[in-house]
Structures are given as structure tokens and as C-alpha cells.
């Protein structure tokens, strides 16, 4: 079947695939330790048996049974030399059940390991462990291929690019999603569908994991995106645990009462996944099979993706700002970095221009003397790992390009292409075969053409080609080609016909902003009066700094004065969350200062130093200030937590606060000879030998100091001689002990018997995760449930 | 018994609230400003950004399941009441563990040192969660393959120190996971360091189709 075919195939209606075959074959007494594949190669009648059913049911497409017949995860039975072999039998046995009444598909799926960096399968050995698999289905004689169930986009590239290096059959991509409509590796539908359509795959869609119910939404997320066929293929519903066993419990008339609604989602083709059987086939087919067929959207969307996130790119959208800071010409931080492989600097600056407002993230590694290969390949990783945005793959190498296309696990932009001959023979096809998209670059051999036309002859030229290549508009940026206007002339005013020429025909667009003001002093004038320009003539993108708050400014004000930021809501969401956006008009109402009180009682750590010293300067005496206002405040604190309307970052916030206070006035009390917060006893506070969770202990530390204890904090993993020695050497009142674990605690009695032994009239308190009243009292010691709940009970005990 | 599985650098999803919710915040009661709200939202990317999450997984057969004691492949015993009743069903299981790894704990310290103790805790209850999400991360990989061979993962797992399975048995997961290989490693009183690491195991049980 060729892959036009196989379209035409999918136009003339709904189509029917099959059910669930393993569970089916286990019921024929296929042993649970078995290797599925090779026991159905050995058993053939009994597959053949369960395929035929699905035939007579209504399938228009079988899956082979080759769901495990990947090299690597045939190896697990000790076969994977008959990798090939087995592939080719279980096509052939399936070709046999279809008899000319259905195609079928070679079905491919994960090998169960996940692939670097997150498991120990390279992408090669994944690609060259399905090319076996793929090699012995087409010897079968398969019709076309299906990927399925697969939980990692990078898993599943390797799949389908296996199979796109070896031939030309239609492949069809299932994958599985959570709640919450993202794989367990966290892909969303959208990213998966437009990196998986622009790598190659005839349809795509989800199958396994949830129920017909949950599949609707995933499909109505792909439709708007979808240039391919959809297709579902759920279970019969979530296995639920029913009378002590787990089942599928959803039953044929349920399961089919979904198909309207996921046609209506925009499925193509449906059928079903565990819990399935041909009785629920049947049904479908007879459900779904009056529906006509689901046109695919002709999307004119530019849309690149990451493993995690979707970014479409169009002029009548907010302009999309590429951040240009990953790229190491004239940063000798950046160069010196990468020289040492140091990534956690490359990780840094993809996450501040995310959070400066990057919609994607240009990586460029032209560092001399290294090779641009590795570095970029390690950059784009680095930058995968710590950001979800889309990448812009800057190089003019080839080499290092594929490299960086071949491992990324999304669709990517590839800056750039230009019309040099070498530039289209070598990177166009690269583009081609990954699926990415490109920036358009209106330069020759020649060189930087002056005028605007000379460069749209260009554009015109390298757009014929890319046609060939099966590129159409949307998968390109045109690069309006910026130069400086330093040397004077029309540079600016060609870069904006270039712009308007691309915007009325139909091109998306993209300039290298910095370059127009190159050689002038205060460059951001000029940058930010030329992209207003420019958003003006319909540019849709801009490589540029991020973190430049003036070109921000200005990207969000042209994006509404062009209608681009729907009602201003993106204007008016990022302008209402600023503090202060610059300018007396937009100042928000100054804020009243807080009272000492009220800065304890809302944690203002930063603020109290400057409150109390106001209150100094009126002539307040600390102890005033004390008495008065802090005290109240941190026992405020206290109620509010106890009543749970502060949880416990609130109360330790207002503990700081009260510590900064005391810190503030520390100077003033020893001055005046006054005494601060009147001592209520002294506590020797320790995590137990063998212990070394001690933040719990810490907070109490820290909340009966603000509460007017001494505390002698002796740390974590303390020997109990220590502890009491401690105590006699302070006199201590109180002895507070902490420990997390059943295997530590013990040490709890030992330290209260010593106590006693030596002859301390000090009370212990203790407190962890395992330990409660009861065996608190069984050694005589109390027990508090938190650490406000210390400073209570440390009251309570001093008192008694 | 099958290998061991490692796998590194996994973001799992989780739910924020739950990180509020070891917090102590009740929802409808507890109230906190938009600076508050800015707070925890910067100070949990943090603590993403610093997790190196590392987990691991191997499948052991069960030869016996009496009365709460749990006798596995190679001959290890799991005791635990609980435990025995969870794995009643179950022929395998699997043993799992994941850390949330060692700088977020360094910066948890330096927060706690530098009078930042709100910031530590709330990245102290991002980290546990984050760790959590690790194991959630593991059964939910597992159970995709599993569900097609017909079997599922119990709902629940298990893990030392629950209920009456002692944390002591927590040196049969070090060794037969060998956590030192995750960068973990355990104290003479059956501590793991770094501190945000968890060990658990769960059944492997049939689907019925009918």
C-alpha cells in the first residue's frame, strides 16, 4: 500500500481496526510466562483463530501480533537473533487470518526500557533494534506499519524513523496518555501529533490507558492541529476492582455507545485496546461504520514542538520571541562554559529567557576549536532537561544539524536554509527527513542582496525547491534579513518590504533584531522603534533578547495595537500581576507601612528592620516595642495556625520576622540594660543519636526562641551522654529530643532513664514522624504533635 | 529475578497541593496573600529545578505469601501482616525506589542555616513529594506494560516502615535494588541518605476481561 493509498484509504470512511488479540490468546492457554510472539509463531491456528473473528467482525486492519518483536525486547527470552525471523512468521500467520478482507499492519511498540538520558537504551540501539523488526514485517508482506502504545515520544521517533529509513509503507502512531491528557513521560496530544506528523506518520492517535470516555477530549485537542487522520483505540474502560478482582468492566453496548463522540472528536479510524474482544468490534463496526469519513483540517498554522509544549507560530498571532542569548559568539562566559561542558550555565539561561517570555529558544554552539557536533547535541539536552519550550537549531553544519535533529524529541526549526546552492542540497533534505521547519534566508551565493525584490527572488527560489521536498508555507520563516543602519541607506526600510512582501503572500516571518542597530551608540532605541516597525508589516517572529524589559514592552503593546493579543488579555494579565509597570500613570497605590504588629503577624522578614527602627526613632523603648506589639503579634501567629488558618511556612514566616525584630533591638536592650523578652527557661533541644532528620527539630528551635526560651541547640545524631551532659552544664528546665524512625527512637528512653540516673530535675519533650503519646508516657516524657504544640507544652511544662 | 532498571532525570507529574497539604494547609480555612502565593510558587520550581530524580524497579517472583510473612525468589522475607494481605493475590511484585537526589537537600540545609526556615520547609515538602511522584512515576510505567499481558499493579504499595513492616527491612531493598547504584545509601539505624528517598514494593495482579 503506498502512503497516498493508504490516504485515499482513510477518505472513504470510517475505518475499523481490531481488538485486543494477547488477552484473547491467553484465554487459549498461551502460558503467562511465555515469550506472546514466539509461542504464537509455534501456535499459528490460535491466532489465526482470534484474527479471523475480528475479520468477521468488521476489522478493516489487523494488527500482527508482534506488539514485543523489537530486538531489544526479545532478548529478555534469549531471541533476539530471531528477531527477523519471528516477524516475518507472525506477518505471514496474520496475511493468512486477513485473507485479502483486511490490510495489516505490522505492529511495533516499546521495548520496555526507557532510552537515554532517562534509561540505558541509546537512541541508535533503539532505532537499529526496530529496523530488525521492521525488515522481518515487510518481509512478511505487511501493509503498512503501526506503532502503538507507546508512552516516550523519543521512543516512538525511533520507531518510525526506523521504519522510514527502510521503506516507504504508511505507518499509523498510537500513543498512550494519562489522566490528565499527557504521557507518562509528559507529552501533551498536540506535541505528540505535530511531531509525529511532520516526521512522517500517516495518522496518528491514542490507544490504551483510558477508557472511550477520556479519549474524546485527547482527540479534540489534535483535531484543530491534526494535517493526518485520527484514530482511537481505548480499553473497555478503567480496569476497577470489583468483588476483590480487577476488571475491565466497561461492557460492548457502553464501550460503543462512545464512537459518535470520538467521531465527532475527529477520529478517523477507532477500535479497541485491552479488555476488547471481537464482540465489541462487531458493534463498533456496525456503530461506526455509517459515519462518513473525518476531513483533516487544512491547517495553515506554522507549529513547532518540544517533548512537553506546542508553540504555533502565525502573523495574526502574538509575535513569537526567540531568545538568542544560547549562542556563544561575543559571550566569552557562554564560550568558556561550553569549553568545559559545563551545562548547569546553558540550563540557567534557557530557564531566565523562558521566564523572560521566550516562546522558543535559539541554540547555537559555534565555539572554535570544539566540536560543534557534541556541544550542540549536548546544549539541546541540557536545554530539553530544564525548560519544555521548542528549540531553533542554529548551526550551517550539516553534520552537527543532524546529529541535533536525529535526538530531538519534538519538531524543530532549523536556522537556517538559504538559497546557496550547498546550503539546499545538504540542509534541505535534512529538513525533510526530521520534519522540521526553517528559517528562510534571502541570501546566495552572491551574497546579501540589497534591495527587497532581489531578495524575494530569492525567496521565491529556495521555496520551489523546499515544494519539491513536500514543504508547503507554513513549515517555513522568511528571515527578513536585518542590516545595520549605521552605514546609512534604506537597510531598514528593505527588511520591512522584504516583510510585507511575505505577510501578503502568505509567508510567516523572522529578523535577527540586533543587527539593525550594529555600530550606533544606545542600540535599544533602535531595536525597539524597529520591531514596532516591523510588527507593523506583520512580522511573526524575532530573535532577540528576552531579558530586555524594553523590547518586552514593546512586543506586548504592538501584539495589541495589532490585534494579535485577543481583548489586550495577555497585556492586561501580565501588566495587572507588576508591581509597578514604570511611569506615574501605571503606579500602583503606595502601600501603607505595617505596624510592628502587623509586619510579625504577616511574616515581613524584609520589612520589619525599617518598622522598628521607626518606632525607635519616635521614641518608643524596645521593651515597648516588645511587650506591646511583637509578643502579641507571634501569639496571634500562633492562634491562627492553630486554628489552621496559617499553615506552617506562614508560622515560621512570622517567627523570622520576630527573630529579625530581636535582632534589630538586640543593641538598643544592652544599652539600655533592659531585659528583651523575659526568659521562661532554658531547653536543651537535640535530634537523637542515629538520626539525621532534623528539620522538624529546627522550626521548634526556632519558634521557642521567639516565644522567650533559651534554647541550646545541640544539632542531629547526638549522643545521649552529650545530651544530659548538656543539661546539667545549662541547668537546663526542659530536655526536647526529636527522632524520625522506629529504629532511632529508642534512644529516647535511654537518654530519660540517664536523666534520672544523674539526678536531673528536668522534664523531657519529645517529638517525630513514628512517635505519639503512648510511648512518650511510657517513659515519662510528653509528646507534642508539632512544633507549635512545643512551645505550648514547653509553657505548660514549666508552669506545672 | 529480572535486572534491575534504572531510570534518571524523569520529571513525573504531581500534584501541587499535595505540597500544601504536608504543609498543614486546609483548603477553605487556611487563606495567604498573592506575595505569599509568589512565595511558594518560585520557591517549588526551585525545588523542581534541584531535584535529579533517580529511580529503580526489579521484578521478584513470590514463592510464598503466609500469614504475614513474604518469602521471595531468592529466599528474602518481607514480615508484615499488612503486606502479606496486600501481595494475597499476587505470584510477583515488584520492588521500586526513588530519590529525589542530593542537592536539593544541600539547599534545604543552606536555607535552614541562613534564617530562610519557611523556604526550607516548603522545599523540604516539594522534595518529598517530588520523590513520591517518583514511585507514582514507576507504577504507573510499569502498569502500561503489564496491562497488556493482562495483569495490573495493586493499587497500593508498600513501604518499610509502615504499619507493622518494620523499617529494618529496609536493608533487603538496599541490597536487592542496590541503592547504592541511585547514590543512595543507608545508616546503621536503616536511614537512606540522601534523605528524600523512598523504597516500596507492589503486587502484580490478574485483570479479569469477563
Redesign the interface.
Known amino acids: 500500500m503506498t502512503r497516498q493509498e493508504f490516504k485515499d484509504y482513510f477518505n472513504k470512511g470510517i475505518v475499523i481496526l481490531d481488538g485486543a488479540t494477547g488477552t484473547q490468546l491467553y484465554k487459549s492457554g498461551m502460558p503467562v510466562e511465555a515469550c506472546p510472539e514466539k509461542w504464537a509463531a509455534e501456535n499459528p491456528e490460535a491466532l489465526i483463530s482470534v484474527q479471523k473473528r475480528y475479520v468477521e467482525s468488521g476489522s478493516d486492519i489487523l494488527y500482527t501480533f508482534t506488539m514485543g518483536g523489537n530486538a531489544i525486547k526479545l532478548s529478555e527470552y534469549g531471541l533476539k537473533p530471531q528477531t527477523r525471523e519471528l516477524n516475518k512468521r507472525l506477518a505471514e500467520i496474520t496475511k493468512n487470518a486477513a485473507a485479502g478482507k483486511a490490510l495489516v499492519a505490522g505492529d511495533i511498540s516499546s521495548c520496555g526500557i526507557l532510552l537515554e538520558p532517562y534509561g540505558e537504551i541509546g537512541f541508535e540501539e533503539s532505532v537499529e533494534s526496530y529496523k530488525e523488526q521492521v525488515k522481518g514485517l515487510f518481509e512478511g508482506g505487511v501493509d503498512l506499519f503501526v506503532i502503538e502504545t507507546m508512552l516516550d515520544i523519543q521512543e516512538t521517533r525511533a520507531a518510525l524513523i526506523a521504519i522510514r529509513e527502510l521503506c516507504d509503507l504508511p505507518a499509523m502512531v498510537t500513543m498512550t496518555f494519562e489522566d490528565g491528557m499527557r504521557t507518562l513521560m509528559g507529552t501533551d496530544p498536540v506535541s505528540a501529533l505535530v511531531t509525529l506528523q511532520s516526521l512522517g506518520a500517516d495518522a496518528v492517535g491514542c490507544n490504551c490507558s483510558s477508557g472511550p470516555a477520556e479519549m474524546v477530549d485527547i482527540l479534540k485537542a489534535m483535531k484543530p492541529y491534526a494535517k493526518v487522520p485520527l484514530i482511537a483505540k481505548p480499553n473497555a474502560g478503567k480496569p476497577r476492582l470489583v468483588d476483590g478482582n480487577t476488571v475491565f468492566n466497561m461492557d460492548s453496548d457502553a464501550f460503543c455507545s462512545y464512537a459518535e463522540a470520538l467521531i465527532g472528536a475527529g477520529a478517523n479510524a477507532l477500535g479497541g485496546c485491552c479488555g476488547t474482544t471481537p464482540e465489541y468490534i462487531k458493534k463498533l463496526s456496525e456503530t461506526a461504520g455509517s459515519f462518513p469519513a473525518q476531513k483533516p483540517v487544512n491547517t495553515t498554522f506554522a507549529m513547532v514542538s518540544s517533548n512537553r509544549q506546542t508553540l504555533v507560530i502565525h502573523r495574526d498571532k502574538p509575535l513569537t520571541i526567540i531568545g538568542e542569548r544560547l549562542n556563544p559568539t561575543g559571550k566569552k562566559f557562554l564560550r568558556e562554559a561550553l569549553t568545559q561542558n559545563n551545562m548547569d550555565k546553558v540550563a540557567q539561561l534557557a530557564r531566565e529567557q523562558m521566564e523572560a517570555g521566550a516562546g522558543l529558544l535559539d541554540v547555537n554552539a559555534g565555539v572554535p576549536g570544539l566540536d560543534e557536533k557534541t556541544v550542540l547535541v549536548n546544549m539541546v539536552q541540557a536545554v530539553l532537561d530544564s525548560v519544555p519550550l521548542p528549540l531553533c537549531l542554529d548551526s550551517s553544519s550539516p553534520e552537527a544539524l543532524e546529529a541535533a535533529l536525529r535526538i530531538y524529541p519534538g519538531r524543530a526549526v532549523i536556522n537556517s536554509i538559504s538559497g546557496e546552492e550547498v546550503k539546499m542540497e545538504k540542509i534541505l533534505p535534512l529538513a525533510a527527513k526530521y520534519g522540521a521547519m526553517f528559517i528562510l534566508l534571502p541570501i546566495d551565493d552572491k551574497g546579501v542582496p540589497v534591495t527587497a525584490e532581489e531578495r524575494i527572488g530569492v525567496i521565491k527560489r529556495v521555496y520551489d525547491t523546499a515544494k519539491s521536498y513536500g514543504f508547503s508555507k507554513e513549515d517555513i520563516l522568511v528571515d527578513g534579513v536585518v542590516m545595520t543602519v549605521a552605514t546609512g541607506g534604506q537597510a531598514a526600510g528593505e527588511t520591512l518590504k522584504v516583510l510585507s512582501w511575505c505577510t501578503d503572500n502568505g509567508f510567516n516571518t523572522v529578523v535577527g533584531l540586533s543587527n539593525v542597530s550594529f555600530g550606533l551608540p544606545a542600540r535599544e532605541n533602535i531595536n525597539a522603534a524597529f520591531l514596532a516597525m516591523a510588527v507593523a508589516y506583520g512580522l511573526s517572529s524575532a530573535i532577540l533578547n528576552p531579558n530586555s524589559q524594553q523590547l518586552m514592552d514593546i512586543k506586548r503593546a504592538s501584539d495589541v495595537l495589532k490585534a494579535r493579543d485577543s481583548n489586550a488579555s495577555e497585556y492586561i494579565r501580565y501588566y495587572s500581576s507588576q508591581k509597578s509597570v514604570g511611569g506615574q500613570a501605571s503606579q500602583p497605590a503606595k502601600k501603607v507601612k505595617p505596624t510592628a504588629f502587623e509586619a510579625v503577624l504577616n511574616g515581613m522578614g524584609d520589612e520589619i528592620a525599617d518598622v522598628v527602627q521607626a518606632d525607635l526613632d519616635k521614641g518608643l523603648s524596645p521593651k515597648a516595642i516588645i511587650d506591646n506589639s511583637l509578643i502579641p503579634a507571634i501569639q496571634k501567629v500562633g492562634e491562627l495556625y492553630e486554628d489552621k488558618k496559617y499553615f506552617l511556612p506562614q508560622l515560621i514566616k512570622g517567627a523570622e520576622a520576630m527573630q529579625k525584630a530581636m535582632e534589630e533591638l538586640g543593641p538598643y536592650l544592652q544599652k539600655e540594660t533592659e531585659a528583651g523578652i523575659e526568659k521562661k527557661g532554658t531547653i536543651v533541644m537535640a535530634t537523637v543519636k542515629g538520626d539525621i532528620h532534623d528539620i522538624g527539630k529546627n522550626i521548634v528551635v526556632l519558634l521557642l526562641r521567639n516565644y522567650g526560651f533559651e534554647v541550646i541547640d545541640l544539632g542531629k545524631d547526638v549522643p545521649a551522654d552529650r545530651i544530659i551532659q548538656a543539661a546539667k552544664d545549662n541547668n537546663a528546665d526542659i530536655i526536647g529530643l526529636s527522632a524520625l524512625m522506629t529504629t532511632t527512637m529508642t534512644e529516647m528512653p535511654k537518654i530519660a532513664r540517664m536523666a534520672a540516673d544523674a539526678g536531673l530535675k528536668v522534664r523531657i519533650m519529645v517529638g517525630g514522624a513514628v512517635l505519639d503519646n503512648e510511648y512518650a508516657r511510657s517513659f515519662g516524657a510528653h509528646y507534642s504533635k508539632d512544633a507549635y504544640s512545643a512551645v505550648r507544652l514547653a509553657e505548660s511544662l514549666l508552669k506545672s | 529475578m529480572e535486572n534491575i532498571?534504572?531510570?534518571?532525570?524523569?520529571?513525573?507529574?504531581y500534584n501541587k497541593s499535595l505540597i500544601?497539604t504536608r504543609?498543614?494547609?486546609?483548603r477553605g480555612?487556611?487563606?495567604?496573600?498573592e506575595d505569599?502565593q509568589r512565595?511558594?510558587d518560585s520557591t517549588i520550581k526551585r525545588a523542581e529545578?534541584l531535584c535529579s530524580l533517580a529511580l529503580a524497579y526489579r521484578m521478584v517472583g513470590i514463592d510464598e505469601n503466609d500469614n504475614g510473612a513474604v518469602r521471595l525468589e531468592d529466599g528474602t522475607v518481607l514480615s508484615g501482616k499488612a503486606l502479606s494481605k496486600m501481595l494475597s493475590?499476587s505470584q510477583k511484585a515488584v520492588l521500586m525506589a526513588s530519590t529525589a537526589g542530593s542537592h536539593i537537600m544541600e539547599e534545604?540545609r543552606t536555607l535552614?542555616d541562613s534564617?530562610?526556615?519557611?523556604?526550607?520547609?516548603?522545599m523540604?515538602a516539594a522534595a518529598s513529594e517530588i520523590a513520591d511522584a517518583g514511585l507514582d512515576?514507576l507504577m504507573?510505567?510499569i502498569g502500561?506494560?503489564l496491562?497488556?499481558?493482562?495483569k495490573?499493579l495493586t493499587?497500593h504499595r508498600f513501604s518499610p516502615?509502615y504499619g507493622d513492616f518494620?523499617?529494618?527491612q529496609q536493608a533487603h531493598f538496599a541490597r536487592l535494588l542496590d541503592i547504592k547504584e541511585l547514590g543512595i545509601s543507608m545508616?546503621?539505624?536503616?536511614?537512606l541518605?540522601p534523605?528524600k528517598s523512598v523504597l516500596a514494593i507492589a503486587g502484580i495482579?490478574?485483570?479479569?476481561?469477563?
Open positions: 532498571r534504572v531510570l534518571k532525570g524523569i520529571r513525573p507529574s500544601l504543609l498543614g494547609y486546609k480555612v487556611t487563606g495567604f496573600d505569599f512565595l511558594l529545578n493475590q534545604i535552614m534564617g530562610k526556615a519557611s523556604e526550607a520547609v516548603i523540604d512515576f504507573g510505567y502500561t506494560f496491562r497488556r499481558q493482562g495490573a493499587k516502615g518494620n523499617i529494618e545508616t546503621d539505624t536503616c536511614m541518605v534523605e495482579i490478574e485483570i479479569k476481561t469477563d
